[in-house]
């Protein structure tokens, strides 16, 4: 089978991939290898909710309309939505058809999908960037007596044993799953490194309302000083709930959890944590009042300080000087250890050399160094801090469906780089009244 270009993944990159080509007259397919949304109903956990407010959930050509803009989606809500979005745009979907194989083929790639081998001169990876967990190696050391899982096979409290868990990450996976694991009545311990901590409302605004207003959201991966490390930075300790003004470790000791620090080896069956939890709490503490000094002088330039409560600051992390640094993983005290160490993207399946040594894709903004044809969406970072959130994907799929068309028109001659990202257009005015979102 012959096409023009091939989107391969469902989920809200490849959908607004798929309206930007079809905008452009350019013939394609999305390829699935579940049904649209994929991700949200089968690898997310069921009490999941956005960190995002729903009024943030854009997508080209479509907005929120729903009465609570500022409430926050269930991971089901974000599949009927992902789902109608899909029939808005008329995306032409190939579901139930996994992708194999990728390979560069003359005057464009092949592409193995299930039984079919499509010809393409283009091909979109939208395969996602949190398909699988990444698990430290040490993780090879816990005793087998107990029960491990990961953000993408925990459900609920039901499926654990009864007894202790240690949950290992403390940043928006490990803090939320933390806390439902332990108001199930269950012990639990938190191993927290490196964390991004952010109130979920300052000033009376969600604080995604301030990332995007203060045009932090906007800040291009070209311009950013260290962007692999921007690009592996953890997600912010927040949850999707209104209720909570934090959901930092302040919030979990509260719940009467155990907080210890970066957990760095397991030797003997002992879990080892770093003696650096005061620290890693005072740089994620300097970090978050940093970002607040920004939105204030940000606020009072633009005019606002007389709409919004004054500013204020919140206290700092409360560490437990007698933290353990050590836990006997085979005393019995713990059963189960929950990685909540991050994720990483599959592309195993692809047989064109384009990873570097540490198996992630080179590209420039989405474009991929080395195989001219073929981009990626959907990364941390890919174009601008927004492309790490589903509103990114709008300015993301307009520059590069722009670089693709001009590659289709121009051969192999496309612009070396896809032109400026229209993202500054998400905070102009930064409206205040929700009603005005
Ligand atoms: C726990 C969690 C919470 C998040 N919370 C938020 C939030 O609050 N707000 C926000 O904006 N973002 C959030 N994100 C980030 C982001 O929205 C998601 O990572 C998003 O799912 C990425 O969208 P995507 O379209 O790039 O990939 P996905 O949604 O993962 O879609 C990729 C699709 O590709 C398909 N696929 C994969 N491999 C193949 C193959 N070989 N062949 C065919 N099909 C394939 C998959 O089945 C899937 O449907 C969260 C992410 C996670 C993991």
Known sequence: MQTTAVVIGAGHAGLAMSRRLTERAIDHIVVERGEVANSWRAQRWPSLRLLTPNWQTRLPGHAYTGDDPDGYMAAADVAATLTGYARLVGAPIRAGVAVHSLRAAPRGFQVQAGDDLIHARAVVLATGACTLPAIPAIAGAVPSSITTLTPLSYRSPAQLPGGGVLVVGASATGVQ???????????????????????????????????????????????????????????????????????????????????????????????QFSGGLANTCALADLKMNRFLNRADQWATASGLDDDLPPPHRFPPTDV???????????????????????????????????????????????????????YLLGMPVLRTRASTYIHGAAADTEALAGHLHAFLGNGRRAPAEPGRCRSSSLHPAAPLRTEQR
């Open 320 to 374: 437990d000087p007698r933290s353990p640094m050590e836990l006997d993983l085979a005393s019995g005290e713990i059963t189960t250890v929950l990685w909540a160490t991050g994720f990483r993207p599959d592309h195993s399946w692809l047989d064109i050399p384009v990873s570097d040594r540490t198996g992630h894709i080179r590209h420039d903004g989405g474009v991929v160094t080395g195989a001219p044809g073929l």
């Open 177 to 271: 799953l933390a806390s439902e694991i332990r108001r199930s009545g269950r012990p639990v311990t938190v191993a927290a490194g490196e964390h991004v901590r952010l109130p979920r409302c300052y000033r009376g605004r969600d604080i995604f309302w301030w990332l995007e207003a203060t045009g932090l959201l906007a800040e291009r991966y070209d311009q950013i000083d260290d962007v692999t490390r921007a690009r592996h930075l953890p997600s912010p300790q927040l949850t999707g709930t209104p209720a909570a003004t934090f959901s930092d470790l302040n919030s979990l000791a509260a719940q009467g959890i155990r907080i210890v620090g970066r957990l760095g080896r397991i030797t003997g069956g002992v879990a």
